[in-house]
């Protein structure tokens, strides 16, 4: 975290308020200026600014902020939502390795030999971490995006069966 400006070694949080500062807080929230910029411009803490327009009655118009607040929440929400399809990918991927031939391998034996095999198709014991893997980021997926109301009950066959796939359930 960078270290806040100083002025006479003092940080500005530690500086005295002066009627210097509540007259550039007025003169500043006359030509519009909001708080952080005005906090920015004096070289205080957004909280000394809003104190200092608190004592004097200033009041900040809050719509830019709700406007910035809104249009940042969208952006999340996008990149959940591709966050979201990035794991629902990953999770079909994992789940065609299932059916895919795979190649095992030891190492061991007195001579630490390497042996390797391709067989049809992984282990059980592979398919149980691809299957936990795929059941992780579709879980995963469906916290970023919730599916909508309608979808719920299909998705509650489909998350039984997953789990009775899994040993141990």
Do not use: C
Not at 109 to 118: D, F, I, L, T
């Amino acid at each position: 975290m960078p270290t806040p400006p100083r002025k006479n070694g003092l940080r500005h949080s530690q500086r005295a308020v002066t009627q210097e500062d509540y007259d550039a807080v007025r003169r500043l929230h006359a030509q519009g200026m909001g708080r952080n910029e005005i906090a920015r411009t004096i070289n205080r803490g957004t909280r000394t600014v809003s104190v200092l327009a608190a004592e004097m009655n200033l009041v900040f118009e809050i719509t830019v902020t709700e406007e910035a607040t809104r249009h940042r929440v969208a952006q999340l929400a996008e990149r959940r939502a591709i966050l979201a399809e990035a794991l629902q990918d990953d999770a079909e991927r994992l789940t065609e390795q299932l059916w895919q031939p795979a190649k095992v391998f030891r190492i061991g034996g007195a001579a630490n030999k390497y042996v390797e095999r391709e067989l049809d198709e992984p282990p059980a014991d592979a398919k149980r971490d691809l299957l936990a893997a795929a059941s992780i980021a579709i879980e995963k997926s469906l916290k970023l995006v919730p599916p909508e109301r309608e979808d719920l009950e299909g998705l509650a066959a489909v998350d039984q069966w997953l789990r009775g796939m899994m040993p141990g359930e």
